[in-house]
């Protein structure tokens, strides 16, 4: 035996037991799968070839069209917020203060935990009644009615009509504010140095907020009434109500539900970013110093940039998690409200293990892999012109 | 080759044969203590794998059970494995030709195991042990038939009734009087529930309900069986067609709906949220937040457990006027030889054991009537539920009734769930119903809910029809292409001690 041969044997001889197990617990399946889609499959009985009827079943599923609308649509409002959430969670801590080990520990600790217990710790946070999430939310916004009634009449305004009251003469104070706080002298040396000064900003951008927040609110309350009463004290994931109630798709509150929990989970995403951060040749930022460029332009132009290829595997990694999401609704909602919370991964177990179509399962777990290389090649596609590689 | 490579494969081939030549068990690998008594004759018994749900106080009376036949004769040893989603795992067992030698399994489960040929057919076991199915309540004997043929037996029944809270009766006697009610006794008929309702619901300062008379979505595990109640029901054997839009049904569901709108959605919703599990102190009866409430069999054992004195009545549940009665949902436990088990007989035999005196036992312990028209004349004797009477009287009425068996049932279930999520949450005005009560308000709401309630209903019995018409196709192909049912996956039917004589 030639000596290339023989080393090449040698190779494959220990990578064997992988490729076995791969063939026999991936590639198996994978394609038993494909045939087992052109079959009506019963598990107790002889799977029995019935050509594309499963696919065209598919076609007219109403239940499968709303959990693969239900899936797209968390996607559309999961995905985003987990990477600007875990984005800003790494750009703070990849500044340099004290004690940033731990704070890395902490926010990476709730990916630790597995999800049927995070699913079930979710279950107490979001009742309606004792859940520490309407405690907060209620005191929140109970807050913000308070303030706003210092200026607007907000039960005229949920009928329509936004009538300013006593205090309003103070809402011009917040232009004022915002001038002091953000207008062209912010640059000059004094805002810079002198301790005095930066209170006077500090005060003035926080008066500007809170000048603000009243008039953003009043004009939501007079356009979505319904919607503003309902997150003083949400039902969360018993209420199959949209929100906000005006917008087309918009996930339902229990969607919503589940959206805000998996951020629970982007500690992960922020610790591949970090290590990304960490990776940027500091002499760019040095040399953007010199330029005298702001923080804002700094991460405009060299830290989006150069970690780009990091959001793109946390955008694809994101897409296909999307589709596989099954341990929260499972334990939470088993679908429901009125379907809101069905996604595909649970229409798939559920037509395979509780109404025994395994077949049809079959079928939907193909479209849905379909679904998924579509959407990763045009992830690819749409990055081409916003990725950069240093290496190229 | 070298020599390592023989000693490669000699270890390969020792595991194989290690997994592959099952040893009897002995009786160390079991729990020593419960068995230390069948030390003499555990190596002559036949060992047989019984596997079974429960859980606590439950788990313990089935394991009575099983160590009563075990103590019982000394030929066979039944070990109880105590086993969640028993469905699944005896499904996957069966498939892969290991099954149990006896199976516990839901009523839901027969149709499709039996269909598949996965189970054993009784009836000539029965025949030849003298077990007639004329001894068993008839409802009970349906769940375990398919196709004409027995495949399983009942073990535990479940029957239904209406709980309602003495003190709350007690408290609001004098309303309930001046209402025209008799506070000493049940709701007869639905239109009185309602009236009870009325009476014994109270509210917060925020109007939101503090105390519901009733709730018809508490515990809300039989949502879609409403229409029973009303005369009606989910499918007609005579034309084999699914009914979930029969008028009885549409009635039914304007009945809840009139719940939802009364007393508000949102409050209801958040006054729902308030509840704590089926088994804790918090359970919405138990913690007096709701008065009346439709419950099992098994609900008492539970009060007693986190309310030791809490002063409550049963009667049968409430049918509409006009309506006959008793009726109660009817549902239990099955037991079942699995197709493969290696040692039929003795399976058998165990079986029989657990239809007679097992039965007994099991059902004393887990405080639940038998499934049988004549119980043991000392079985009611000392019954720990104390509302023994009233569940044997709803199981042994003619009008009571069990969930239709057809192979798309747990898809039917969960459209209906569906339905009913809907048209419980489907908006009506504010300003419609603002200042409404009474038959008003009754008038307001079928006005405005009766077309969507029609459309939901019929939508569900289109999509069901068609699945239930195609899986029938489906089988009707299968049994052209394969032959009969027997030669499914699990392979050709054993030989049925009894048949061949």
């Known amino acids: 035996m030639r000596a290339s041969v023989r080393k090449s044997l040698t190779g494959y001889s220990f990578v064997l037991p992988w490729l076995i197990a791969l063939g026999l617990f991936i590639g198996f399946p994978f394609l038993g799968g494909f045939y087992f889609s052109f079959c009506d499959f019963p598990p107790l009985k002889t799977p029995m070839f019935i050509g594309l009827d499963n696919y065209a079943q598919l076609l007219h599923d109403p239940v499968f069209h709303r959990s693969l609308g239900v899936t797209l649509i968390y996607g559309a409002a999961a995905i985003p917020l987990g990477v600007l959430l875990a984005l800003t969670l790494a750009l703070l801590l990849n500044t340099r203060i004290r004690g940033q080990a731990l704070y890395r520990v902490i926010f990476f600790l709730p990916h630790l935990v597995p999800t049927v217990v995070t699913a079930l710790l979710w279950l107490w946070i979001f009742n309606p009644d004792y859940g520490l999430l309407n405690l907060f939310l209620g005191k929140l916004m109970h807050g913000v009615d308070v303030w706003t009634g210092l200026f607007f009449d907000l039960e005229a305004a949920a009928r329509g009509r936004i009538l300013p009251v006593r205090w309003s003469a103070m809402l011009a104070a917040g232009p004022v504010a915002a001038l002091l706080a953000f207008g062209p002298w912010l640059r000059s040396e004094l805002t810079k140095r002198a301790g005095l000064f930066r209170l006077v900003r500090f005060a003035a951008a926080l008066s500007c907020t809170l000048a603000v927040l009243p008039v953003l609110y009043v004009v939501m309350v007079r356009f979505m009434p319904g919607d503003m009463r309902k997150l003083h004290s949400p039902g969360w994931l018993s209420d199959a109500s949209p929100f906000p109630a005006a917008v087309p798709f918009a996930p339902s509150w229990a969607l919503w539900g589940i959206v805000v929990m998996s951020m629970w989970g982007v500690g992960q995403m922020a610790v591949i970013y970090l290590a990304k951060l960490q990776d940027v040749p500091i002499q760019l930022y040095e040399a953007a110093d010199i330029d005298g460029a702001t923080w804002i332009q700094k991460t405009r132009h060299i830290t989006l940039p150069l970690i780009s290829p990091v959001i793109l595997f946390n955008v694809v990694m994101a897409i296909i998690g999307t589709f596989q999401v099954f341990t929260e609704p499972y334990i939470m909602t088993r679908g429901g409200p009125e379907d809101k919370t069905r996604f595909v991964a649970l229409f798939i177990y559920d037509q395979a293990f509780q109404y025994q179509n395994v077949g049809y399962a079959a079928a939907v777990a193909w479209v849905l892999f379909l679904v998924i290389v579509g959407l990763t090649l045009l992830a690819f596609r749409l990055s081409r012109r916003h990725v950069y590689y240093a290496g190229r | ?501």
């Open chain 2, 1 to 501: 080759m070298r020599r390592v490579h023989f000693i490669l494969a000699g270890i390969i081939a020792v595991v194989f044969c290690i997994g592959y030549f099952e040893r009897p068990p002995k009786l160390e690998d079991f729990d020593p203590v419960r068995d230390a008594a069948f030390k003499d004759s555990w190596d002559r018994r036949i060992h047989l794998a019984y596997w079974e749900k429960w859980g606590s106080f439950e788990r313990d009376a089935c394991q009575a059970m099983v160590d009563a036949f075990n103590r019982s004769q000394d030929r066979i040893y039944v070990h109880y494995v105590n086993t969640s989603q028993v469905d699944r795992k005896a499904m996957l067992a069966i498939i892969g030709g290991t099954p149990p030698d006896v199976v516990g399994l839901w009523a839901q489960n027969v149709q499709p195991f039996a269909s598949a040929g996965a189970l054993l057919p009784l009836d000539s076991l029965m025949a030849k042990s003298g077990l007639s199915p004329e001894r068993y309540t008839p409802q009970y004997l349906r769940i375990g038939t398919y196709d004409g043929r027995i495949y399983a037996l009942p073990t535990t029944p479940a029957s239904v009734a209406l709980f309602y809270n003495r003190d709350h009766f007690k408290e609001k006697a004098s309303e309930l009087r001046a209402a025209g009610l008799d506070p000493e006794r049940p709701p007869r008929t639905i239109e009185e529930l309602d009236r009870y309702a009325d009476v014994l619901t109270e509210f917060n300062p925020d109007g939101s309900p503090k105390r519901m008379g009733f709730l018809p979505t508490e515990p809300g595990w039989w949502n879609a069986e409403w229409g029973y109640y009303f005369g009606g029901s989910l499918y007609d054997k005579r034309t084999g067609r699914v009914t979930p839009d029969s008028s009885a049904n549409i009635r039914a569901f304007l009945w809840l709906k009139r719940y939802a709108e009364k007393y508000g959605r949102d409050k209801l919703l958040r006054f729902r949220a308030g509840f704590g599990n089926f088994d804790s102190p918090n359970n919405a009866f138990i913690a007096g937040k709701v008065s009346m409430e439709i419950q099992g069999v098994w609900f008492p054992n539970f009060i007693r457990r986190h309310r030791p004195h809490m002063h409550f009545g049963v009667a049968p549940f409430p049918t509409a006027r006009g309506v006959p009665g008793p009726r109660s949902f009817l549902d239990a436990d099955v037991i079942a030889i699995p197709r493969g088990c290696r040692q039929i007989e003795a399976a058998w035999e165990f079986v029989r054991f657990a239809q007679g005196k097992g039965l007994e036992i099991l059902c004393r312990l887990q405080g639940k009537h038998m499934p049988i028209k004549d119980p043991p004349p000392l079985f009611r004797e000392g019954h720990p539920n104390l509302e023994l009477a009233v569940f044997e009287r709803v199981a042994a009425s003619p009008y009571s009734f069990i969930l239709p068996q057809l192979p798309v049932w747990q898809e039917y279930n969960d459209e209906l769930g569906r339905a009913f999520d809907h048209i419980w949450d489907y908006p009506v005005p504010e300003k419609e119903i603002e200042g409404l009560s009474g038959p008003a308000l009754d008038r307001k709401i079928a006005q405005y809910c009766r077309p969507e309630i029609v459309r939901t209903l019929g939508e569900v019995r289109k999509t069901i029809q068609h699945k239930l018409d195609l899986k029938r196709e489906r089988d009707r192909l299968r049994r052209r292409r394969f032959g009969a049912v027997s030669r499914s996956r699990t392979g050709p039917p054993p030989e049925v001690p009894g048949t061949t004589e």
